[in-house]
Structures are given as structure tokens and as C-alpha cells.
């Protein structure tokens, strides 16, 4: 059978590597961006959680390196330890099932500087994927030279120039060349985000794919009405009679993962969490023990669980409503994923139904009362 994403003028090593992975068709996101990528375009695309953003972006920006250039020519930006890791992994799945020989080398903040000098030194990386803060401390060193890079990528590009981030990404982008190509991806961009990103590149094309598939078609929405002291018991209840289930469940509020976390862990439930304050190790034990069922609750935020992509995820468990539509969709987009079925489970409190009937407006979903009788 005929790799659809040949179409798109994805050469024979890639489209090897995607048979490993077992994708032959593409996504809209990836069908509407590749070609502006091969053309060296600056790009701003947003589409739901879950529609193959990583893939549209990585598959032409390989296939455009010069891979006997053993100089630096791409960098990928990204705002999370867990996202960066994420990239990381995907771009070594696919040089190695196509037998593209790259060098990429991840930057990240929580590892010791001189230990990452000395690995750049001796690697001489042609892709890096990085956290911005520790890539910017490192050209000022001048320990990484921007002049050779030809693409950057912004991975959660909204979050990567809010307030709290886009002086150190316009300085990174500044470092570099002004032939470079820019590209922009993300779940949600927000008008505001696009006019700053707008300022950055050179007449960009602007996708925008108002695609409800995730939260529609793949993905069943309940909720269960409750009092406030009896959500932990109604989660307990879930995870002791849904079989198979492999959840994530949201919180709003980072400072209440770890006691949620350690209540369910008394009862004996296989759980852990991702607190952005964690030690790396922390995070990728909960992480590692999560993707390999050791663990079949996975406690988080909407700001630590961030990008992060898992396979077989059968549920959302919203233990807060979130606060914003848009996290709604993001947390939602999060099973259902390949043509599985997802269900999302929203705990809610009578006067807190009445922020989830707005996001049914906005979304345009139904979300269905459930009754759970508490044991």
C-alpha cells in the first residue's frame, strides 16, 4: 500500500522510518505545511493537541539538512524539560528507522553547564533541541554559534514568547542570520501571539486548523456531579471499575499535585505525578513509569503536562473544571489519539457545572451527565 505522505514529496528513508512507526496518511496540519517548509517559507500553524505538529515539522525540516554540513543548522526551541526530551526521542526514532545519519543533541537547563560544554565540544550537534533560557546563556558564552543555522523552530510557540519568555527567544532568534527560516507551531495562538510572531519572520504563511476532530469524533465527554470531599473517593472508585484504564488527571493548581498525589498513593493506587519544581529524575521516573504501565494515573497540571504525547491514554479525568475552554481541548486531545477511543471524566461540584455548560458553548461538544453511586 501506497505511503500517502510520498505525495507530499517525503523521500524513501523517511517514508521508511514512518512504516516503522506504522503512518502512512497524513494529517490536515501535516498536508497544509509541508510544502511550505520544503520552500524554506516562515510558517505560524496552530492545530489541536494531537494532530501531528511534531512529524509536520521534523519530516521536511530533516529531508531540507545538508546532512554532510557537520556544522549547527537547526534549533528547536521548546518551553518544558518534558516537551524538549519529547522532540529529542522523536528525532532519534526517525534518523535511526531511516538510517539518516544526524547529530542532535538536546540543551536543557537542570544539567550541569560544563558537563554541556564539553559534550557540544566533543559532538559537534548539527540539530539542537532546547529550553531557551540555558541555549541563550550558552551563545553568550559563546559556547554555541548561531551564524550556521538555516531553521528555528518554536515547539508551544505561544508560550515560548508570553511574557514571562519572548526576550530570551527574540534574543535567541536575533543571534542568527536573517536568511534563516522561522516556524511557529502550537496548539492555540492567540491573536496577540500572532501579531509578535508576525514581527519576527519574513511574510509568513499563516495556518490555522480549526480542527474539533480530537474533541469530537475520537473522544466521549461525561461528567459526575459531586461535593468537593468526595472526588478523591469517586476517582478511587474509577480506577478501581474501569478496566484497562490508563488516566491523566488534571489539576489547575501545581501546589495541589503532590498532595493529591500522595492521598491516592495511600490507598494503594499505582499513581504518581509531573511537578514542574521536580528534580529531573523525578520527572522522568513519573514519566518513564507512566509510558510503560507501571503506573496507570499520571497526576498533572496544565502547565507540567505540557506537549507531552503518550501512547494508549484511555482517559482525561478533570479533577478541576479547567478555567479556560482552551485547556478543555487540550487535556481532551490527549487520549483518543491514532484512531483510538478516548473518554473524558470531568468531576465537578453543582456550582462548577455551570463553567463546564460554557465550554460545551464554546467547543460545541456535549458533554453527558454520568451518576457514580460512592462506595
Avoid at 516562515?42 to 525540516?61: N, V
Avoid at 526530551?85 to 550541569?112: A, D, T, Y
Avoid at 460545551?360 to 456535549?366: A, G, N, W
Amino acid at each position: 500500500m501506497t505511503n500517502e505522505f510520498s505525495k507530499l514529496k517525503i523521500n524513501d528513508k523517511l517514508l521508511k522510518a514512518l512504516e516503522v512507526e506504522k503512518i502512512s496518511i497524513p494529517t490536515t496540519i501535516q498536508q497544509r505545511t509541508i510544502p511550505f517548509i520544503f520552500n524554506k517559507k516562515d510558517i505560524i500553524a496552530s492545530s489541536e493537541t494531537g494532530t501531528g505538529k511534531t512529524l509536520a515539522y521534523l519530516l521536511p525540516m530533516i529531508q531540507n539538512m545538508d546532512i554532510d554540513n557537520k556544522s549547527l543548522q537547526v534549533v528547536i526551541l521548546a518551553p518544558t524539560y518534558e516537551l524538549v526530551i519529547q522532540i529529542q526521542s522523536q528525532i532519534e526514532s526517525l534518523i535511526s528507522n531511516s538510517g539518516i545519519k544526524i547529530s542532535v543533541q538536546p540543551v536543557l537547563g537542570s544539567v550541569h553547564i560544563k558537563r554541556q560544554i564539553e559534550n557540544l565540544k566533543k559532538k559537534s550537534p548539527q540539530i539542537i533541541v532546547a529550553s531557551a533560557g540555558r541555549l541563550l546563556e550558552l551563545i553568550t558564552r559563546k559556547r554555541i554559534i548561531m551564524h550556521t543555522v538555516k531553521t528555528i523552530i518554536l515547539d508551544e510557540a505561544d508560550k515560548l514568547i508570553d511574557d514571562n519568555n519572548i526576550v530570551q527567544t527574540k534574543a535567541i532568534i536575533k543571534a542568527t542570520m536573517k536568511d534563516r527560516q522561522l516556524m511557529a507551531f502550537s496548539a492555540t495562538i492567540p491573536d496577540n501571539s500572532k501579531e509578535k510572531l508576525i514581527e519576527l519572520m519574513k511574510e509568513p504563511e499563516v495556518i490555522i486548523i480549526k480542527d474539533t476532530q480530537v474533541t469530537t469524533l475520537n473522544i466521549s465527554h461525561e461528567y459526575i456531579v459531586c461535593e468537593q470531599r468526595d472526588k478523591i473517593k469517586i476517582l478511587r472508585n474509577l480506577a478501581a471499575n474501569i478496566k484497562n484504564l490508563k488516566a491523566i488527571v488534571f489539576l489547575n493548581k501545581s501546589d495541589d499535585l503532590e498532595i493529591l498525589n500522595d492521598k491516592l498513593k495511600f490507598h494503594n493506587l499505582k499513581v504518581d505525578c509531573i511537578h514542574g519544581s521536580w528534580q529531573k529524575s523525578e520527572r522522568e521516573k513519573a514519566i518513564r513509569d507512566f509510558r510503560s504501565n507501571r503506573i496507570n494515573l499520571l497526576v498533572a497540571s496544565d502547565i507540567a503536562a505540557r506537549g507531552l504525547d503518550f501512547k494508549n491514554v484511555s482517559h482525561i479525568i478533570n479533577f478541576d473544571i479547567p478555567e479556560d475552554p482552551k485547556n478543555y481541548t487540550h487535556r481532551a486531545g490527549r487520549t483518543g489519539r491514532a484512531g483510538e477511543k478516548g473518554v473524558t471524566i470531568s468531576l465537578t461540584t453543582e456550582y462548577e457545572t455551570k463553567f463546564l455548560k460554557k465550554i460545551e458553548r464554546k467547543l460545541q461538544i456535549t458533554i453527558n451527565r454520568s451518576d457514580l453511586n460512592i462506595p
